[in-house]
């Protein structure tokens, strides 16, 4: 890809303030959840980014603050050169229609008081100002190129009369009607049968190749996600652990946790080697000093413990934050390619966004 980035995500923080104890509070001290905590992301025009990692890594925060459903704590957000975190509401709304969401639920996502033609319509009501034939014609052609064809069948149909496959197309069709150029997928196929996944997932390469626009895809299911991404953002509590190609990440994990979720993975010989981790603690008040994969690392060294690591990014296209992959040098009790694990005085953080599951990888 040549020329700047799409989207443009820099030191990206956002903090939510969290419940605290008694003695806390007489302490002075801050509790908050650190849902994403200083992330750098890149997604250039036409391209598609995985973003992946298991429940409470931080993927549903970072999409509603990348769309500016919720405003970051610190951090930029500049999509076609310019910082979406300095707008005004006008620009917003100008912004949201170049940025488009497929949600995870079809069931709860379309108003089952609105026919599919008035849910695909809403979008253009609301940024065009469309003449009723124009309104039609425009609303068919995106029916039919979601696969809901002929497209007066489907029309005047509201959502219970239609099966889940369906309705996501539905869903679809709503989120490409104005020709968005980024389009965020938010688990899109979790709620599916297995038997419909790969037709969405076929649909929306084609999609994407026919209009151009970028993909933001982000998920708990690796096998998905290597499927659809040209490259892959590992998150684990709030960070990016690694990113690379997604055949990089695939067949090439760097980092224990990445290594894990690539392990779960199955198999046709069933030979691939398992990596159990250990289930995290659950314990909203805990303080994870260093990297905050080591308590559940099978290869945490004592550094591990004392310094956060950086994302290294010595390889081409490739970046990990881990001990393992950095030349660690001591120096006044910091490592070389750290950052500090905790400069902010008396606070106390955690660094989920709710308690992670035991999950370590495709579902």
């Known amino acids: 890809m040549s020329g700047e980035p799409l989207v443009d995500i820099r030191g990206l923080k956002k903090h939510y303030a969290a419940e605290s104890g008694f003695f806390t509070r007489l302490l002075g001290r801050e509790s908050k959840v650190e849902a994403v905590d200083d992330l750098d992301l890149t997604i250039d025009r036409g391209e598609t980014l995985?973003?992946?990692?298991?429940?409470?890594?931080?993927?549903?925060?970072?999409?509603?603050?990348t769309l500016r459903l919720e405003d970051p704590t610190e951090g930029e957000i500049v999509f076609d050169g310019e910082d979406i975190c300095d707008y005004s509401n006008k620009e917003l709304r100008a912004f949201r229609e170049r940025a488009q969401i497929i949600f995870q639920d079809p069931y709860e996502t379309l108003n089952p008081r609105k026919t599919v033609f008035q849910a695909v319509a809403e979008p253009l009501k609301n940024f065009r100002d469309l003449s009723h034939d124009e309104l039609q014609s425009k609303v068919e052609e995106t029916l039919n190129d979601v696969g809901?064809?002929?497209?007066?069948?489907?029309?005047?149909?509201?959502?219970?009369?239609?099966?889940?496959g369906e309705?996501?197309?539905v869903c679809i069709a709503r989120a490409i009607v104005l020709d968005p150029d980024l389009l965020v997928a938010d688990e899109p196929l979790s709620m599916?049968?297995?038997?419909?996944?790969?037709g969405i997932l076929r649909l929306l390469d084609r999609l994407q190749e026919e209009h151009g626009f970028a993909m933001f895809y982000v998920t708990h299911n690796l096998s998905v996600v290597k499927l659809v991404a040209d490259r892959i953002a590992v998150m684990y509590l709030g960070k990016v652990v690694e990113q690379g190609t997604a055949d990089q990440i695939v067949e090439d994990p760097k980092h224990p946790y990445t290594r894990a979720l690539v392990a779960s993975l199955p198999t046709l010989t069933g030979d691939r080697e398992r990596v159990l981790l250990p289930i995290p603690e659950d314990d909203d008040d805990r303080d994870i000093q260093?990297?905050?994969?080591?308590?559940?690392?099978?290869d945490a060294m004592p550094e591990c413990s004392e310094a956060v690591p950086a994302l290294d990014d010595s390889e081409t296209d490739r970046q990990v934050a881990c001990f393992l992959h950095h030349e660690v040098t001591e120096g006044d009790g910091e490592f070389a390619g750290t950052t500090s694990p905790s400069d902010e005085g008396m606070e106390s953080d955690t660094r989920t966004e709710e308690p992670p599951q035991s999950e370590t990888g495709a579902q």
Do not use: W
């Open 148 to 164: 809901l064809n002929p497209a007066d069948d489907y029309m005047e149909l509201f959502p219970d009369q239609l099966s889940g």
């Open 290 to 298: 260093g990297c905050q994969f080591h308590p559940r690392c099978p």
């Open 167 to 169: 309705r996501q197309r």
């Open 192 to 198: 599916l049968d297995v038997s419909l996944q790969s």
């Open 50 to 65: 995985g973003v992946i990692g298991e429940s409470g890594s931080g993927k549903s925060t970072l999409i509603e603050t």
